[in-house]
């Protein structure tokens, strides 16, 4: 157990909405990662919180947005979904923006119906 | 960030060891060498990391070679829950630093 929660674990929606997965860091850590990971994609970063301040940005589309929450927790937002947005999506945790460790939650698996 | 190079597949005999190789031959001064596993569909699970000396910790040992291009993640008695793919990422020493993850090693243990 990392100590990084995901919920919920699994999600199936239709095209065209709209969720949110939600990621809680381990305690004490300040930086939350989000990747993403399909099956023709491998895993990929999509962007990275730094208490409370975007700090680095991947290959995020626009549909998809997140923030980091005065309490350290991360909420990603996906919407106007595409049958392609089927995904694991994973967050991260470390301790600060540096070379600390990152730790990864267990996912959230995205079925895009 | 530096690229790395490893095996597809490799298997391994269970209770035997497990030497996983990766090549980063472009590796710059401040770059880590990190290891990380994914057992099935299950999160990334850190196993080590280092820098230029060889490391040990409960899970593995991780040996770099001197001019620090290749690595060896040494699993020491394999046993089939060590299934999984292995991913080696070299990772650059300043903030924003996400994990680059490649195609990793899918180690098989076999009884």
């Known amino acids: 157990d990392s100590g990084v929660t995901q919920t919920p674990k699994h999600l199936i929606t239709a095209t065209g909405q709209r969720v949110t997965l939600r990621c809680s860091p381990r305690?004490?850590?300040?930086?939350v990662y989000w990747y993403q990971q399909s099956l023709d994609q491998g895993l990929q970063f999509l962007i990275q919180?730094?208490?409370?301040?975007?700090?680095a940005k991947g290959n995020i589309l626009e549909r998809f947005s997140a923030q980091q929450f005065p309490d350290l927790h991360s909420e990603l937002n996906l919407s106007s979904l595409e049958l392609g947005d089927s995904a694991l999506y994973f967050c991260?945790?470390?301790?600060?923006?540096?070379?600390?460790?990152?730790?990864f939650g267990p996912g959230t698996r995205l079925t895009v119906l | 960030d530096a690229k790395t190079t490893q095996p597809p597949s490799m298997d391994c005999a269970e209770g035997r060891a497990a030497n996983l190789p990766c090549n980063h031959s472009?590796?710059?001064?401040?770059?880590?060498v990190y290891w990380y596993r994914q057992i099935h569909s299950q999160g990334p699970q850190y196993i080590i990391h280092?820098?230029?000396n060889n490391e040990t910790n409960e899970m593995a040992s991780l040996i770099i070679t001197e001019d620090r291009k290749s690595s060896t993640l040494i699993l020491p008695h394999a046993t089939l829950r060590d299934t999984a793919v292995y991913y080696c990422?070299?990772?650059?020493?300043?903030?924003?630093?996400?994990?680059?993850f490649g195609g990793g090693t899918r180690l098989m243990v076999k009884p």
């Open positions: 991260a945790s470390s301790a600060s923006g540096a070379t600390d460790t990152q730790y």
């Open positions: 305690s004490g850590d300040l930086s």
């Open positions: 919180y730094y208490n409370g301040e975007e700090r």
């Open positions: 472009t590796i710059s001064g401040n770059e880590y």
């Open positions: 280092g820098l230029k």
């Open positions: 990422i070299v990772r650059v020493n300043n903030a924003g630093n996400m994990l680059t």
